[in-house]
C-alpha cells in the first residue's frame, strides 16, 4: 500500500522569472500554463516486512490536478498501475484525513482546504 501526503507549506516561484500566485488571491505577471510551484508530496509505503518513508518535489501548474501529481510521482519510481494509487491530505492537528479526487485540481484543493484552516496545519 502506499499513500503520499502533499505538504502545501513547499511553495517556491520557479528560477528564471516566473513568479508564483501568492496566497492571498492576488496574482503577478508570468507565462500562462508555466508550472510556478513546487509541491512537496511525502510517500509512505507499506510491504509485508518493509515500511518506508520518502518525500518528492513536484512541480505543477495552474490547470495540474491529483491524478497529474499522482502520474508524476509513478513515472520517476516507474510504476505503471495509477489506479491503485491516490493522494490524502491530512490536517496535523486535528487527524483529519481528506482523500483527493484524481480529478480535483490542485489549486482547488488549495483554495477548498486553506479557506477553513491555516496553510501550515496541512501535510
Known amino acids: 500500500m502506499a499513500t503520499a501526503y502533499l505538504d502545501p507549506n513547499l511553495n517556491h516561484a520557479l528560477a528564471g522569472g516566473a513568479k508564483s500566485r501568492l496566497s492571498a ?6 507565462a500562462p500554463g508555466a508550472p510556478d510551484r513546487v509541491l512537496k508530496v511525502f510517500h509512505h509505503f507499506e510491504s509485508n516486512s518493509e515500511h ?4 518528492s518535489n513536484i512541480r505543477h501548474g495552474d ?25 490524502r491530505l491530512s490536517h496535523s492537528q486535528s487527524g483529519k484525513v481528506h482523500w483527493l479526487h ?22
Open 25 to 30: 488571491g492576488t496574482a503577478t505577471e508570468r
Open 52 to 55: 518506508s518513508t520518502w518525500a
Open 63 to 87: 490547470a495540474t490536478d491529483v491524478r497529474g501529481i499522482i502520474q508524476k510521482i509513478l513515472d520517476i519510481h516507474k510504476v505503471k498501475c495509477v489506479s491503485c494509487f491516490g493522494l
Open 102 to 123: 484524481p480529478d480535483m485540481g490542485v489549486s482547488h484543493v488549495r483554495e477548498k482546504y486553506e479557506q477553513s484552516r491555516s496553510q501550515e496545519e496541512w501535510r
